[in-house]
């Protein structure tokens, strides 16, 4: 099968991240599934009103999955952050997707798919990742340096996520997404 990730950004860290899924497109081209999947990311600013769909084409037996992400949203997010909110936005619509089109696939099929895809996104910090481990460190009221240590990040991302939790909502730009934004091929 043929699983396919492209994109349509700029200013965050989403085209690195998307860089993150080629093995994954590599396994699955070693998977059987009667059709191929084609995510685009478009990471757009709200105000073009640019909405999430998805449209399966029986010609070419394909899935196309055009998802819709705010621009100002990711921009104030760390890139760890990013990695596991687009991996649950990911594997949610993945999986609502998949079901949606049972007749092109049977239940056993397309459970046995999404176990595939959601074992590696566990395995590569897209589902339940550093950021999740280190919210659920910082509730049970371990100290910033000892969840830092821990999970093996720096210890401004640990305050970052802290902050977080504290209902802080950043106004800035994360820096990740500015040494994102000049890091070729995405230049500013």
Not at 55 to 64: I, M, Q, T
Not at 96 to 101: D, L, N, P
Not at 139 to 144: E, T
Not at 149 to 170: A, C, K, N, T, V
Request: glycine content about 4%.
């Amino acid at each position: 099968m043929k699983l396919s990730f492209t994109l349509d950004t700029y200013g965050t860290c989403v085209g690195q991240l998307r860089d993150e899924l080629l093995p994954l497109e590599d396994l699955a081209k070693t998977w059987q599934f009667p059709y191929d999947i084609h995510f685009i990311w478009r990471v757009l600013p709200e105000s073009y009103g640019r909405k999430t769909f998805r449209r399966f084409d029986s010609r070419d037996h394909a899935l196309d999955l055009d998802i819709s992400i705010m621009y100002e949203q990711y921009q104030r997010m760390s890139k760890n952050e990013q990695r596991e909110a687009l991996g649950i936005y990911l594997y949610q619509y993945l999986s609502e997707s998949v079901a949606t089109y049972k007749k092109h696939a049977d239940k056993e099929t397309q459970d046995q798919f999404l176990a595939r895809v959601k074992s590696w996104m566990i395995e590569n910090n897209w589902l339940d990742g550093k950021i999740n481990k280190a919210r659920e460190l910082l509730a049970q009221n371990l100290g910033l340096y000892e969840v830092s240590q821990q999970l093996q990040m720096p210890l401004e991302e640990i305050e970052y996520i802290f902050l977080r939790m504290s209902d802080y909502e950043p106004t800035d730009v994360h820096p990740d997404n500015i040494v994102a934004g000049k890091a070729p091929p995405y230049p500013l």
